[in-house]
């Protein structure tokens, strides 16, 4: 399946505004199943482990995972996308056919060699990544195993990163959206299964999940196959790093991987300070971010796929005042779905820990400590959701050091308070400190923007926000009054939690809704628009 991206007449049908939108919504729908998935994956894993096997876990799935962002899904995407988009639209699709096939060649020896040098290597990798754990033997040789067993899974996601890259450059989002369906549900049945049979193999139970994980990857790389066969996108690979297209990407990979390696080093210091806290700290740091990424990955992460493609061919065809327009347009979306959803989590934090994790391993104790870390990244929502929008702005322009440069600064900002914050607060000072260095982040990308393309017109901007800002404190309001008559201390052992738990959320979302519409939010009638036109193909 893929999105029609067709220009269409004024006639009352959608333009490039609807087609986002619609786009965004193909993809946001797909990364709704997968988070909803990967919430009862979370939950399944917190119930099976205890809190010392699961922050070995962590860490050890962080690394990875680190490496993926860095080199695959990142890096490799941003630099990819522009140039092929550019070969397509200037040479024709036999010539980024060609150009495809002598970049998979180098992609595939760089995955192979950083997959062989991690498992060599990781006993000082996890040192890298979570020092603390000397200090606990057990933990850290368990995170070393696991991070031995997870780093081929580097390797398969790598080349769904690739795939996404060409299949979203020719307008198909779903099977990329999917593929992390597929890795959930693989985790989910592997522990369900394994979780108490592996000790017969003379591996720790938790090393279940990591099966899962390999697993998952290669349904991956299976699920990209048919869409890009049937677009004759499957090119044999060729050893092309003399090709100008591969030099391109690899001139527009180097910073690229700085500017995502400042983010990361961000993530490894968290892991660090949260490996000389309590044991459980990891833990909770990584459940809260999760559930923060739940609405990043459907809302800002959506639209920031399928406005990429859009920005790189606005900047290809010199159309500057679109690559505006777009930009503002997926800025004002993103800030209407962000800030009910900061609203809500900041109510309903208890709550939604309680409901959703607290069962079997998994105690109040650990749930209340989770749900304060969760508002301290909940505030900082939006600001991540704008960072969002606004970096693949300068990816389409081939700028990838500015990025870098914000990144860099933003880490700074984030060491000083975290250092600051994380003793005396523990996570929650930890997820205080993502906040602010998120919000510094945002802005000062914004600034830069504005003084290299001129006005940006974010007007309009900021008075469609105002009005979401009002309707989202009235719907956290309603929903945090709601959740009053709970007993959250009991958590999922309560049925009638579960009722009150919805009954909030259903009420806060019609407050927004309705606040919304008295206020006359543009949004609101386009994205009602957008799924009415949905329902209808």
């Known amino acids: 399946m893929s999105v029609d991206h067709e220009d269409r007449d004024a006639g009352g049908e959608p333009g490039a505004q609807g087609r986002v939108v619609r786009a965004a919504g193909v993809v946001g729908l797909a990364t709704l199943a997968s988070r909803i998935l990967g919430l009862v994956r979370d939950v399944v894993i917190a119930a099976f482990f205890a809190k010392r096997s699961t922050d070995s876990f962590f860490v050890a799935f962080t690394i990875p995972n680190v490496f993926r962002r860095l080199l695959a899904e990142g890096a490799l995407t941003v630099a990819f996308i522009p140039v092929y988009t550019e070969y397509q639209r200037k040479q024709g699709q036999e010539a980024a056919r060609v150009f495809l096939a002598k970049t998979l060649g180098p992609v595939l020896a760089l995955l192979l060699f950083v997959c062989g040098l991690g498992i060599w290597a990781a006993p000082a990798v996890v040192k890298l990544f979570a020092y603390g754990l000397t200090g606990d033997p057990d933990r850290m040789q368990l995170a070393i195993l696991l991070t031995r067993l997870l780093f081929p899974f580097l390797f398969s996601v790598g080349l769904v990163a690739l795939a996404m890259g060409v299949l979203n450059s020719h307008d ?9 369906v597929l890795l959930n549900a693989s985790i989910i049945v592997t522990v369900m299964v394994l979780g ?25 790389i299976v699920l990209q196959l048919p869409p890009l066969m049937s677009r004759g996108l499957l090119p044999r690979p060729r050893w092309g790093p003399e090709h100008p297209g591969v030099r391109r990407v690899a001139k527009l990979l180097l910073p690229s991987v700085f500017g995502l390696a400042v983010y990361q080093v961000h993530v490894m210091l968290s892991r660090q300070f949260a490996s000389f806290l309590p044991a459980g700290s990891i833990s909770y740091l ?17 639209m920031a796929t399928v406005s990429m493609p859009r920005l790189a061919a606005q900047v290809a065809d010199g159309k500057m005042d679109d690559l505006k327009a777009t930009y503002r347009y997926t800025l004002q979306l993103v800030l209407f779905l962000l800030l009910p959803a900061t609203a809500g989590l900041v109510a309903l934090s208890e709550p939604l820990i309680t409901v959703i994790f607290q069962r079997g391993a998994f105690s109040y104790p650990m749930a209340r400590e989770t749900a304060f870390t969760l508002v301290g990244f909940a505030l900082g929502l939006c600001a991540a959701g704008g960072v969002r929008q606004t970096v693949p702005v300068f990816y389409a322009l081939h700028d990838m050091r500015t990025p870098v440069k914000v990144s860099a600064l933003a880490l700074l900002v984030y060491g000083a308070c975290a250092w600051v914050l994380f003793r005396p607060l523990g996570t929650v000072g930890l997820s205080i400190s993502v906040t602010v260095a998120t919000s510094v982040h945002f802005l000062t990308l914004m600034f830069l923007l504005r003084r ?4 940006l017109g974010l007007r309009a901007v900021g008075a469609s926000g105002l009005r979401s800002l009002l309707a989202a404190v009235l719907c956290g309001a309603v929903a945090w009054t709601v959740a009053l008559g709970g007993s959250w201390a009991r958590g999922g052992a309560v049925g009638l939690n579960y009722v009150i738990l919805a009954l909030a959320v259903a009420f806060g979302g019609v407050v927004y809704v309705g606040a919304t519409r008295v206020m006359g939010s543009q949004e609101l009638a386009e994205l009602a628009t957008a799924v009415r036109r949905r329902g209808r193909r």
Do not use: D, K, M, N
Not at 172 to 180: E, G, N
Not at 204 to 216: D, H, K, N, Q, T
Not at 286 to 302: C, K, W
């Open 172 to 180: 198909h989002f779903v099977a990329p959206a999917i593929a992390p």
């Open 196 to 220: 108490r049979r592996i000790g017969a193999w003379g591996l720790p139970p938790v090393s279940a999940i990591a099966v899962g994980v390999l697993v998952g990857g290669l349904a991956q």
């Open 452 to 455: 290299r393309l001129g006005p």
């Open 286 to 302: 990584y459940y809260a971010q999760r559930l923060i990424e739940f609405p990043i990955g459907i809302f800002a992460t959506a």
